[in-house]
């Protein structure tokens, strides 16, 4: 049987090219460490991906202990897929949760 990799879904990680692109847009707006924050605020974990997390990523799918971890991607996004589209609060309840 052929091990078959599972794909990574890195976020915008922090690498120097993504960082200039993300920085150069926020400086093309009135207030770019505001509007940085505000972008950061968006991710789960608070914060842009590194290139090290990306890499431990792909040292956990190369290592033995990824052996049973088949057919599926690996967003490494900081949470942003999973809550992307959820609501923050449910509107049948009062503390907005079930």
């Known amino acids: 049987m052929i091990d078959t990799p599972a794909p990574i879904v890195p976020a915008?990680?922090?690498q120097d090219s993504v960082e200039r692109v993300i920085e150069a847009s926020c400086r093309r707006r009135s207030a770019p460490e505001a509007t940085h924050r505000e972008r950061e605020g968006r991710i789960p974990l608070q914060r842009f991906a590194t290139s090290e997390a990306i890499a431990d990523a792909v040292l956990?799918?190369?290592?033995s202990e990824s052996s049973y971890i088949t057919g599926a991607a690996l967003p490494v996004d900081g949470g942003y897929?999973?809550?992307k589209r959820?609501?923050?609060?449910?509107p049948?309840?009062?503390?907005?949760h079930t």
């Open 81 to 83: 897929t999973a809550f």
């Open 60 to 63: 956990l799918l190369a290592s």
């Open 92 to 96: 049948d309840t009062e503390e907005g």
């Open 12 to 14: 915008d990680a922090m």
């Open 86 to 90: 959820r609501p923050t609060r449910f």
